[in-house]
């Protein structure tokens, strides 16, 4: 049979059969649509994540407490060995623009009946620039505030939401911990989701958090923004080493501190968000599988209730191959058929989803369509080829016979 006449054939008996052929792709479409949609709700998540990430700027680096040593070498608590000298000694370091102190905690904030629990942030003005954030309204603190402990905070766009404080409320006093604060400021929104947010934190003088808030004589951390961020591994190495001689430290791995490198952090993320979209689609593919499965049984029913046609058509010449590349181009047209359903249908879901998402926008893109597309073809071939031969494998004899 010519392969022309062979697709007529078999788009006319798909077409005979609406309903079962419509209920034979159903899997696929919906395997295909969740392929897509998984995919561009993963692949959303994972440029929100590290554009947000990028957004604090990538000549950053942080230095964080690390874990201290028993006798026997194992590792123990998060020590508390990071100071205000400590910051004050990388500062002098080659290759190093600013340096802030951090000194975190959370604390209750409250403006007249409106109150949250929110992030509290000690450092130092540098942090402002290093960390990308721009004050929309008021001001930040100045060094003369930070150095005589000021009771002034800058509050992030949505912690001042929250608290019902806009532009006009900029001098009045809110209370940190039952504390009485001046609101000097409020940061410009750099966004956030539902598990963290930039904009949901109180920033005061490092000083303040310290001798006042939470009674610290020590730093949560240190962050440091480098000159050029092509050298950020030798101001890594750097720091590590100035960290270590002030800690009396010869072993590095004793060290009582860690570097993070932005770059790496960046790196993990991107790795972290990639498995997680891959995990997505695998468990969206399962359903492929299972619309696949569809189409066997399908297929099997049509083999046997076209029994007797299969016999005529071998009884005037037609070959096993003929008969075997008809059924199994039906099986291919139906998940092919399916798979561009499931497309538009996964398409859409994504912009629906986007459309009532606050965190991220799912991102649909050309590799995860191609390869919804490709699988369910490759899904309709694989379980539409045991069907078709056993087609091509019946007795035209025996077929003829058949009732």
């Not at 609406?18 to 209920?23: A, E, G, P």
């Not at 919906?30 to 957004?55: C, E, H, P, W």
């Not at 006009?168 to 989701?193: H, Q, R, S, T, Y």
């Not at 050309?366 to 899904?379: D, K, M, N, R, T």
Request: proline letters at 2%; one cysteine or more; glycine letters at 10%.
């Amino acid at each position: 049979m010519l392969f022309v006449t062979i697709v007529k054939s078999a788009l006319k008996s798909l077409w005979g059969n609406k309903l079962r052929s419509f209920l034979a792709m159903l899997g696929i479409i919906i395997g295909v649509g969740a392929v897509i949609a998984m995919l561009a709700i993963g692949t959303g998540t994972q440029q929100d994540v590290l554009s947000r990430i990028q957004t604090m700027g990538t000549n950053r680096l942080s230095v964080r407490p690390g874990q201290g040593h028993t006798p026997g070498g194992v590792r123990g608590d998060d020590v508390q060995t990071l100071t205000v000298q400590d910051a004050e000694a990388l500062l002098a370091i080659e290759g190093v623009n600013t340096v802030a102190p951090m000194a975190q905690g959370s604390a209750q904030l409250k403006y007249l009946s409106n109150n949250t629990r929110s992030r509290v942030v000690g450092t130092a003005v540098t942090y402002l620039s290093s960390n990308n954030f721009q004050v929309e309204h008021g001001r930040f603190f100045t060094d003369a505030e930070a150095d005589r402990n000021a009771r002034v905070v800058v509050l992030g766009s949505e912690a001042a939401a929250t608290l019902g404080l806009t532009r006009f409320d900029i001098g009045k006093p809110v209370k940190v911990n039952g504390l009485n604060f001046e609101f000097i400021g409020m940061l410009k929104a750099k966004g956030g989701d539902s598990f963290f947010s930039a904009d949901d934190m109180a920033i005061v003088p490092y000083t303040t958090a310290m001798n006042i808030l939470f009674g610290m004589n020590y730093l949560s951390g240190i962050e440091i923004q480098a000159k050029d961020s092509n050298k950020m591994k030798q101001v890594e190495e750097a720091i590590a080493a100035e960290l270590r001689k002030r800690h009396k430290i010869t072993n590095p791995d004793e060290d009582d501190f860690e570097v993070r490198n932005q770059a790496d952090i960046i790196e993990t993320m991107s790795g972290v968000t990639k498995t997680f979209t891959y995990l997505l689609g695998g468990i969206a593919a399962i359903s492929l599988l299972v619309g696949g499965i569809g189409i066997m049984n399908i297929m099997l029913v049509t083999v046997t209730e076209r029994t007797r046609e299969i016999g005529i058509r071998k009884a005037i010449g037609a070959r096993d191959r003929d008969i075997l590349q008809q059924f199994l181009l039906e099986s291919l047209i139906m998940s092919a058929l399916g798979g561009l359903i499931g497309m538009a249908a996964g398409i859409g879901a994504s912009m629906v989803i986007g459309r009532f998402s606050q965190d991220f926008n799912p991102v649909v893109t050309p590799q995860s369509v191609l390869l919804a597309i490709g699988f369910s073809a490759g899904v309709g071939v694989f379980f539409g080829f045991y069907p078709a031969w056993r087609a091509a494998q019946l007795n035209p004899i025996e077929c003829l016979y058949y009732e």
